[in-house]
């Protein structure tokens, strides 16, 4: 069988969940199928040829980083490639879809937050992904997505049947494990002088909802006088205007420390010596650092909203994203509470065990499968 993937995310400069979900599965799928032909499809020069078996090749058309670029990439370069390469199936891994070509198509519908949150992008990306996505679902012969909150979604919003879309979840690496005292030690005196620290991971726009994060830890640190820092550690992406407002009024401007974009090791190293991971974004379609914490043995506080609850399960101390008091009041005890924290650790252990990379994989082959049917 020949199948060609729209791999251009594994080329991406800033890391992120899609890119993250592409790159654990492909190596996956690649090497568990040594009897299929992989043609990787990309818009940018592929550093990382070595990590892939000889059953892949590897195609370069131009960049399509940029929202104008999207519709000849997709529409007039990806079905010349697939005419010439003649594939069995295209499997595209980042949502985004061919309606010129006529190869079956899996597509991997991460989250439909531009459906709900249209104002939290770029203008011309909110439009082209409203525009388009709703014919990308019902072009696709089969699709996937990463949890039970965004399938509800794709079936309510875009009317496909519940049939047509395989649940895949997403995973952890094996590169997130706890840390001895030494090294939490370390890595705290290396990135915040020594002092203990909260963790937000995640790119830096809107949804992420890190302005009232800030101003929550402003409260924190109001009411407990602590020398606890607050970590933000991902790839700034747009919309960042009113955080960095919010954060330059912020009494305690100081103790918030901006990371930007990290290796997977280093960051791994940043979970072990975090207090807690403070996930509050008001919209995941999964919510992998939440996983990534648990593999950290670090207690999380998350959000009560979107796919969260799925994820986390009993392993998290909830709250409303909304409410400035409520995250604070969280800050509060999952930083005093001893119980609640060993409580949210120990269960933390064990749902992450409900997911990992090679689940993943096979539920994207098995989709793949159904899309040759």
């Known amino acids: 069988m020949k199948i060609a993937v729209n791999a251009r995310m594994l080329t991406q400069r800033k890391p992120g969940g899609i890119a993250t979900y592409a790159r654990e599965t492909l190596r996956r799928i ?9 043609l990787f499809i990309v818009d940018r020069p592929f550093t990382r040829r070595a990590e892939y078996p000889s059953n892949v090749s590897v195609t370069r058309t131009f960049p399509s980083f940029h929202p104008l670029l ?27 879809a061919s309606l010129a070509a006529s190869v079956p198509t899996v597509d991997v519908i991460h989250d439909l937050n531009f459906h709900h949150y249209p104002a939290d992008m770029p203008a011309m990306i909110s439009r082209y992904y409203n525009a388009y996505f709703p014919k990308y679902a019902k072009k696709a012969k089969g699709i996937a997505t990463i949890s039970e909150y965004s399938k509800r979604d794709i079936v309510t919003l875009y009317g496909e049947p519940p049939s047509k879309i395989t649940l895949t979840w997403c995973g952890v690496s094996d590169a997130f494990l706890p840390l001895g005292d030494e090294d939490k030690k370390k890595i705290r005196g290396s990135l915040a002088g020594g002092a203990p620290y909260f ?26 006088n602590t020398e606890l820092k607050l970590v933000l550690a991902g790839p700034s992406l747009f919309k960042t205007g009113e955080l960095f407002q919010v954060w330059n009024q912020s009494l305690h401007k100081k103790d918030i420390l901006f990371t930007g974009t990290v290796s997977n090791e280093r960051l791994a190293a940043i979970y072990g010596g975090a207090e807690a991971l403070l996930f509050v974004s008001y919209f995941e379609g999964f919510g992998i650092p939440a996983l990534e914490a ?14 969260l609850p799925e994820v986390c399960g009993q392993a998290a101390r909830y709250v409303d994203p909304f409410s400035v008091d409520d995250i604070a009041r969280a800050m509060e005890d999952i930083f005093y509470d001893e119980d609640l924290r060993a409580h949210l650790i120990e269960t933390g252990r064990r749902q992450k065990e409900n997911f990992s990379w090679d689940k993943t994989a096979d539920l994207l082959w098995q989709a793949v499968e159904r899309g040759l049917s």
């Open 199 to 224: 963790l937000s991971v995640g790119a830096v726009h809107p949804r992420k909802n890190l302005s009232r994060l800030i101003k929550a830890f402003d409260q924190f640190k109001d009411r407990t």
């Open 70 to 96: 999207w519709y000849p990439w997709f529409e007039w370069a990806v079905p010349l490639i697939l005419k010439k390469f003649a594939p069995d199936i295209f499997l595209s891994l980042d949502g985004f």
């Open 294 to 307: 648990m593999a950290c043995e670090i207690p999380v506080v998350a959000a009560n909203r979107t796919s």
């Open 30 to 38: 690649t090497r568990a199928h040594p009897e299929h032909d992989f």
